[in-house]
């Protein structure tokens, strides 16, 4: 009796597995054929001056608006912000929060062929009039593209604009907390995902372990966000809905390489010698693949 049980539930924990597994690859096709989205605008453009790169928007001090957050800028018939950074047209960044419901921000990037206009909607996954949004990520983060970790700088972009990492797997692979302590729930907004590093292409033992780790981390989250019907999005994505600009940067602090710009055959230095080899030592993990200010005026019930 006791073997014909344990072989009854062997069989139903294989048949359980199998049907998470179809469930998971129709809820995938699903929402790649449909781009549903829940999300709604934080606020709209109301003024746009072209000769400054300046615009404001309807949100201000009573929002609780932090400067410098980002936005992005969607076209007034889009088909559902943070469904797909097709409908985004530009960026912008608050520069100056100086009304209860009125700021003043820089555009970040714009489409000549769909400038941004009054009316425009504007969107963050990160911000949320008086409510923090929790996030999850796992993978390695490399905002700029430059093969090196950009965590500190994410962490810094997150808590800037009010936001919350309440799980992240770092680098190294470690699940902080771990999911004993903390599981994926609805508290939680969106899974970000970042690069997945491949194991197999990787020779240090160590960060082959790393890589590892950082795959099992990310199936088991996928899995979470999945039962909690909670999406997962790229990083890139994220901060394409975000209106996050990169600003790559050529040195950093902290790097052994002394920083020197070369002007033609001009020496940097006063003792350097002109010639030699100009390139850089250093090597990567392979884990890692507008001034003016300008005062809106009063509404008059005129267009702009």
Known sequence: VSQAFSAFKDESRERESNLVRINN??????????????????????RVDRTTGLVWIDL??????????????????????????????????????????????????????????????????LWEAGR????????????????????????????SAGGQLVIEVDD???????????????????????K???????????????????????SALREEAREQGVRDVTLADFLNYMGYKPRRRVWRPGDDVPFTLKAGARSTSTSETIGGSRTGSGQTSKVYGNQGRLKPPAANGSRP
């Not at 790649?32 to 989205?37: F, G, I, K, P």
Request: glycine share 8%.
């Open 196 to 218: 997945i590093p491949d194991a197999s292409t990787i020779t240090n033992k160590v960060e082959q372990q790393a890589a590892l780790d950082i795959g099992k981390h990310h």
């Open 132 to 159: 923090p949004q929790n996030f999850a990520v796992v993978g390695l983060v490399d905002i700029d593209g430059d093969g090196q970790s950009d965590r500190d700088l994410f962490h810094q972009i997150v808590k």
């Open 25 to 46: 690859r129709l809820q995938e096709k699903y929402a790649d054929a449909t781009q549903l989205s829940f999300e709604v605008p934080d606020g709209k453009i109301v």
């Open 60 to 125: 201000g001090e009573a929002d609780h608006l932090p400067t410098r957050t980002t936005f992005s800028v969607y076209t007034k018939d889009h088909q559902g912000v943070g469904r797909g950074p097709e409908d985004i047209k530009g960026a912008i960044e608050v520069t100056r929060v100086f009304d209860s419901h009125q700021a003043e921000a820089r555009v970040l990037e714009s489409d000549i062929y769909r400038p941004i206009a009054p009316g425009d909607p504007i969107y963050s996954p």
């Open 172 to 194: 190294q692979g470690q699940r902080n907390p771990s999911k004993d302590e903390v599981r994926i729930d609805d508290t939680v907004k969106w899974l970000i995902i970042g």
